[in-house]
């Protein structure tokens, strides 16, 4: 397995261009988005049933990291919070209740007045729409009827919450005044606690912001296990589950690309794939005795094959190393090349050796080699745009029946969602965010003292964490299913829909990793003394056609489909074959 070396001399990109943005911008989403933090401890870090997903353009164990470490930082808030209010409730109950009392008052009350400020000009429109006997909408009026009804029930909220603080106080044993003080502390030390939360987490990011790897110095176990899972050369993918034709029955029953059915896990939406895969007949080449007669394709057949497969694949490998150059300035960022060995959930023998340790690349080449076995290699070439925009090509080079077959496909992650690169905007790390950050906790106190329920949650994630330190994978179990269940990346990607500004790069990439491979192919050919008059036609209406399947919508340009069809060239483009004009 080979990979290309990290660019040395050049200084790092700051900010959003940086190579490891990705991983940044997902650090900064487990601190920010609490559902997304859940789904890394729940169904990554404490799976250790199943395999993680291939990381593409990212680091999973940093993100793993990092979200435990929002999550203690906010449990220590929850903490604490259950302290100051139970104490409160063991000492002066009266005082605790009065407290909750104002806190519930604040987040009505701001409920009243979001609901306030869409009823007064919905209402107005009503009231203009009557008398000047205009046509209304339905949804405004159910809109209207909506917030109406909020701002009624918030606003006998607050009424109920004032009733009851003061109730709480005339019941107390202490004066009114007292218990109205001891409540006051209550709500600074709450405050206090939710201050210090929200100045931690800014100054966790802040750190993170700056620090050069965000990888911890020691791994823990199942953090080892996660780091060499996720690069991995096998891969253990889910076959699709047969489609109930009456579930869907005007549906058509085919697509161009199915990204549901791709085997490619982690590495996005499968955006092209060439079926059938293209063949090469070995043959040897044409030569002066067959200009003058026709020698039949048996006599020009290699008894056997001219190279082994193992060899083109090394050779493509060398070849292709050079898009990834460390001292060239123009080469592809985030250039990776490495070897890939799918198999299918059900294939996976009981406790398989691969689990264990990592195969060598003798193992590697003989399962290249060998075409009928359950793995399937893919030799893997990807770059990237910061780890935000990957595109990967994979090539499966296989010799059988007197020929050379060549399956490609491109599989493509779009960009983090945009909400996660909030540390790259214009002032949003330094002192002056850990102040906002702060200010933002206490606006929101009613809410961060109330989200003290997920205490409850708890007790099952830490018994969780405890138990995925052993790695189940390597323990055998009746029907045994290890493929990875999630890819957080893919995940966190931004929809299809939103990415259309991104086509270009995606296409870019994947046509120069293309036509890289097929000339490389060409040569180690015509090296080995292969006919490639066939090749050389199909290799050029592979690279002139264009098909990219982005979101449910296929780009094709130039191309011709179906029976005796043919492509007429668009006089609005530029005849590429033709060269200038002589007269």
Request: glycine letters at 6%; one cysteine or more; a positive charge.
């Amino acid at each position: 397995m080979g990979r290309s070396r990290a660019r040395r001399g050049t200084p790092e990109h700051a900010g959003a261009l940086r190579q490891d943005a990705a991983t940044r911008h997902l650090c900064t989403g487990v601190h920010l988005d609490p559902a997304f933090r859940t789904t890394v401890l729940r169904q990554v870090h404490n799976d250790s049933r199943h395999l993680v997903a291939p990381s593409y353009g990212f680091d999973l164990v940093a993100v793993v990291q990092h979200a435990w470490r929002a999550w203690w930082m906010e449990t220590a808030q929850h903490l604490g919070v259950l302290a100051v209010f139970g104490v409160g409730f063991a000492v002066i109950p009266a005082a605790a209740v009065a407290a909750l009392c104002v806190l519930a008052f604040w987040e009505l009350a701001r409920l009243a007045g979001r609901s306030a400020l869409v009823v007064l000009p919905l209402r107005a429109k009503e009231v203009a729409d009557h008398w000047l006997r205009r046509t209304r909408w339905r949804s405004e009026s159910d809109e209207l009827r909506h917030h109406a009804r909020l701002l009624r029930l918030s606003g006998t909220g607050c009424a109920l919450s004032v009733v009851a603080a003061l109730l709480a106080a005339g019941l107390a044993q202490d004066p009114p005044a007292g218990t109205a003080r001891t409540a006051a502390v209550l709500l600074l030390l709450a405050a206090a606690v939710v201050a210090g939360k929200g100045a931690a987490r800014q100054l966790s990011l802040n750190h993170m912001h700056g620090a050069d790897s965000l990888r911890p110095r020691r791994l823990s176990r199942r953090q080892q296990a996660i780091s060499d899972q996720q690069s991995h050369p096998y891969v253990v993918y889910r076959r699709p589950v047969p489609k109930d034709p009456e579930a869907e029955p005007d549906r058509l029953g085919w697509d161009l690309v199915d990204e549901g059915q791709s085997p490619f896990v982690g590495s996005g939406t499968l955006v092209h794939r060439w079926l059938p895969p293209l063949t090469i007949q070995l043959l040897e080449p044409v030569s002066i005795v067959d200009a003058m007669e026709h020698r039949p394709m048996e006599a020009r057949e290699y008894v056997n094959a001219p190279f082994q497969t193992h060899e083109l694949v090394a050779y493509l490998k060398r070849a292709m190393a050079p898009m990834g150059d460390a001292d060239d300035p123009n080469a592809l960022r985030g250039f990776t090349v490495n070897d890939r060995l799918y198999i299918a959930e059900s294939d996976v023998p009981p406790a398989a050796a691969w689990l264990r340790t990592t195969p060598g690349q003798p193992a590697i080449d003989r399962i290249i080699d060998a075409p009928y076995l359950a793995e399937h290699h893919f030799l893997e070439i990807g770059a990237s745009v910061a780890g935000e925009i990957v595109t990967t090509v994979f090539l499966r080079v296989t010799v059988k029946g007197k020929a050379l077959s060549l399956d490609f496909a491109t599989c493509a992650l779009t960009r983090t969602p945009a909400e996660y690169h909030v540390l790259n905007f214009y002032r949003e790390s330094g002192a002056g965010a850990v102040l906002r950050s702060t200010l933002r906790a206490l606006l929101a106190l009613p809410t961060q003292v109330t989200a003290a329920w997920h205490l409850a949650q708890a007790p099952a994630l830490i018994i969780g964490a405890l138990r995925a330190r052993r790695n189940r994978v390597l323990k055998p179990h009746r029907r045994t299913a290890v493929a990875a269940r999630i890819s957080v990346r893919e995940e966190k990607s931004t929809p299809w829909k939103d990415t259309r500004l991104d086509d270009v790069t995606i296409h870019d990439h994947m046509k120069l990793i293309e036509q890289r491979l097929l000339k490389a192919v060409q040569d180690f050919l015509e090296e080995r003394k292969v006919d490639t008059s066939a090749f050389k036609k199909r290799a050029d209406s592979i690279v002139n056609t264009g098909v990219l399947n982005m979101g449910g919508k296929v780009d094709m340009s130039q191309s011709a489909i179906g029976p005796q069809a043919h492509v007429r060239a668009d006089s609005r483009e530029p005849d590429q074959h033709s060269g200038p004009s002589t007269a």
